[in-house]
């Protein structure tokens, strides 16, 4: 009589069926997914104020409250700052593999089929050169050495990332070899090094708002790479 519906229109009325399905779906996501929605966000904020203000001057609290979450939240993932740095560099690390593997794995057209060589070259160039230019990545990236070369308990943990890095970044240059068709000027190992070390140099001179300038860069980046990989 108040205008409100009768109790068992929720099962028959379409829009609060739909309702109802999606509150139904919510509950099953919970758990696990709402875990990991957690643990994201906690590292997005991370990520943000490590970048920014550096390790030291971020408080778990601050994390917590950048993630919109309590700091019972942020003990219930991880034990504390160290552990999430070390699990959003490992992150960064997928995303970063993961998004050289994809210049591999996409065709060069609709047509279904690995790419050729001058594309693979053009693709691989293109996306080493642009690399530089993630300021906040390479921030953190930054602020993990510093820490690292501070902090005795989290340097071995800091120098097994790097190793895994580096490790990744070889068999990547040996996996694009052998798709390219294309004969290492040296070992994949001594590739990783120089490469990662010349894009970290590069970033420093970014981040300190120096010259060269972003297009310089680039354009010495594509040089070095050019010469080391696609040269005889």
Known sequence: MNGAPPSHACTRCPVCSYN????????????EQ?????????????HALFATQGFAATSVEQI????????GAFYSNFQDK???FLALLR?????????FQALLDEPASEAEGPPPQDLLEARLLAHYARMHQDSQLLALMLEARLH????ADFAPHFRRFREDL???????????????????SMSPEDLA??????????ALHRLADSRPGDEDTERVLRAFMKRMVFEP
Do not use: W
């Not at 992150?91 to 998004?99: K, L, N, S, T, W």
């Not at 090094?193 to 590069?202: E, I, R, S």
């Open 20 to 31: 109802l399905n999606i509150m139904k779906t919510r509950i099953r996501l919970t758990r």
């Open 34 to 46: 709402s875990r990991e929605q957690t643990r994201q966000r906690l590292l997005d904020a991370t």
């Open 64 to 71: 917590a409250l950048e993630a919109g979450y309590t700091r």
């Open 82 to 84: 160290a552990d999430i």
């Open 91 to 99: 992150r960064e690390h997928e995303r970063i593999m993961g998004e």
């Open 148 to 151: 690292a070369a501070r902090d």
């Open 166 to 184: 580096l490790d990744a970044v070889g068999r990547y240059a040996q996996a694009f070899s052998q798709r390219a068709g294309l004969t290492l």
């Open 193 to 202: 090094f120089g490469f990662v070390a010349l894009c970290d140099g590069c």
